[in-house]
């Protein structure tokens, strides 16, 4: 049997569209969700709206783990035997520990793999693998394409408004002080995945108006110093809002494509209801 050229993996973090779902040689491996003893599969058995639901009427917290070295190998394992190599894109290294199970799953599996750190997560994951997909169409070896990537991933940009400060604070990532005052006064924070993949926080705003105001301007900004053809708008249960914003985008740059997606479970346990990001890639 000849064997397909490449495979692509990518985990649950990722915004898996409707091409990439359809796409025969994309495959995800999943993170997992947890309420105490109770283990979910990211994307599986517990949707958005469920996860929600638990997280506000419920008293335990959500966390998050990686997937397992031995899935990965399994995973590994099985794919060499259809496919000559594999690239794998994960969320960030600073944010997950994803990427170093991936690696020593390629270890024991003994197959040619490249785990290539996203510095992102979510649509930052997704745009990548399209890149891929493209430059392999184009003939580029499995090396040129992984090469590529990594230097396609230091042109990611973002911008995050975290929804409701509850789940941060719920997560140990605001104090009883910061949370009251935030609550208080009705401040927005708006983080960002910097070059090196690393979460910061970047602005407080007051009043979410002036927030959405703020992603605009940022977007607007890239697009007419550094060339942009796509933006992914992701939330967490809050597609009004999201399409609210495409609309004002569009309205101030009408070429812009703009795709909107939801946020895997996974984020959502750490971002919170009612979040919005903007993301993309410059030229």
Same mark, same amino acid.
């Given at each position: ?116 750190? =996203? $510095?992102?997560?979510?649509?930052? /994951?997704?745009?990548?693998?399209? +890149? *891929?997909? !493209?430059? #392999? ?45 935030? =609550? $208080?006064?009705?401040?927005?924070? /708006?983080?960002?995945?910097?070059? +090196? *993949?690393? !979460?910061? #926080? ?46 004002? $985008? ?34």
């Amino acid at each position: 049997m000849t064997k397909k050229k490449i495979a692509w993996v990518v985990d649950s973090s990722a915004y898996v569209n409707t091409s990439l779902q359809e796409h025969p040689d994309v495959y995800i491996i999943p993170l997992y969700i947890s309420f105490g003893q109770q283990q979910f599969i990211d994307g599986v058995d517990l949707t958005s709206e469920q996860l929600y639901e638990r997280i506000r009427n419920g008293t335990e917290n959500a966390k998050t783990s990686q997937p397992s070295t031995g899935e990965f190998a399994e995973l590994y394992t099985n794919l060499s035997k259809e496919y000559e190599s594999i690239i794998a894109i994960h969320i960030s290294k600073s944010l997950s520990g994803t990427i170093s199970s991936s690696i020593n799953g390629a270890q024991i599996a003994q197959v040619q793999v490249e785990c290539i750190d =996203s $510095l992102s997560l979510s649509a930052g /994951i997704t745009g990548l693998v399209e +890149k *891929g997909l !493209l430059l #392999e169409e184009q003939g580029l070896s499995f090396e040129e394409i992984a090469s590529s990537l990594r230097k396609e991933a230091t042109k990611f940009r973002n911008y995050i408004l975290i929804g409701n400060l509850t789940q941060l604070y719920k997560g140990g990532r605001l104090s009883s002080a910061q949370f009251y005052l935030g =609550s $208080l006064l009705k401040i927005k924070p /708006i983080i960002q995945i910097n070059n +090196k *993949g690393e !979460l910061k #926080e970047l602005d407080k705003v007051r009043s979410h108006k002036k927030a959405i105001q703020y992603l605009i301007n940022k977007v607007i900004e890239s697009v007419q110093s550094e060339g942009v053809d796509l933006v992914y708008i992701m939330h967490a249960n809050a597609i009004e809002q999201a399409n609210a914003l495409k609309n004002d $985008l569009q309205l101030q740059s009408p070429s812009l494509q703009v795709t909107i997606g939801e946020i895997s479970t996974a984020l959502a346990v750490h971002a919170g209801e009612e979040t919005l990001a903007v993301l993309w890639y410059v030229k």
